[in-house]
């Protein structure tokens, strides 16, 4: 059994983002960049399922310029066999990963995707959902446990009315809940012999991956500065300044 993890290279969570001066985006150069939190518990659940011996083989694929060679260098030490680039300079959208990771999917053939819920840089969650529709596979969504069978796996998401327990058959598309598990540190000496793991470049215009954007970015700005409290001396005059200050009620 095969198991695919697709990881996303993104501004690392504890760095302060900053808006370009001519608002065009997010300031990317000279940034401490890491692999997106949600994908490092897919590549945990993976390993973990490779360690019980329920897997033979977990493969980490990329997608993005050639620095995202150390965010599978990142994977690979934490424990998987191999890694996959596919190699592009262009900001990619939702939907044209999710196409090129069915590329890579009918490649590889893998009997599960894993993938994070969804990437902390633009939020959008829509990866895996498009990726399991475009493969007619069945999905599992923030996935915040796991359980694997012979031909199906069983697992737990949280829902509005509580948690919500499935059967899936496989292959499926199952997109993990920071609650999934605690990602491992890699140790050095694991880091060492990552450098020694195959690793594998696709350029994107191979597999004929439409990349142009459908959402043009008009202006990107940050929240306006967070205004100090006033007291109110009673219920009236909190109403007062709610009804025609705030404008709330």
């Known amino acids: 059994m095969k198991i695919l993890v697709a990881v996303k290279r993104v501004i690392d969570y504890n760095v302060q983002i900053r808006v370009k001066p001519d608002n065009s985006g997010v300031e990317k150069d000279n940034v401490k960049m890491s692999m997106n939190p949600p994908d490092e518990n897919a590549v945990e659940e993976a390993i973990k399922i490779k360690d019980s011996g329920k897997v033979t083989e977990v493969v980490i694929v990329s997608i993005g310029q050639e620095k995202c060679q150390d965010t599978i260098r990142t994977a690979l030490a934490m424990g ?32 599960m995707v894993l993938l994070g819920k969804q990437a902390i840089d633009d939020d959008c969650n829509q990866t895996g959902q498009m990726l399991s529709a475009l493969l007619n596979w069945p999905q599992g969504c923030f996935v915040s446990d796991l359980g694997i069978n012979e031909s199906t796996i069983t697992i737990s998401r949280e829902i509005d009315e509580g948690l919500e327990q499935l059967e899936i058959q496989l292959p499926a598309v199952v997109t993990c809940d920071l609650r999934l598990n605690e990602p491992r540190f890699a140790s050095l000496p694991n880091i060492m012999k990552a450098k020694k793991k195959p690793l594998e470049i696709i350029e994107i215009g191979s597999l004929g991956i439409d990349t142009n ?21 009673d219920a009236k005059e909190l109403i007062q300044k709610l009804k025609y200050e705030a404008k709330v009620i």
Not at 214 to 220: A, P
Not at 221 to 230: A, C, L, S, T
């Open 213 to 233: 954007p459908k959402v043009k970015y008009l202006k990107v700005e940050e929240p306006p500065v967070r205004q100090g409290g006033v007291m109110v001396a």
């Open 80 to 111: 998987a066999d191999r890694g996959i680039l596919v190699k592009t300079n262009d900001d990619i959208e939702p939907l044209a990963v999710a196409k090129t990771l069915k590329h890579i999917v009918e490649k590889e053939k893998p009997n």
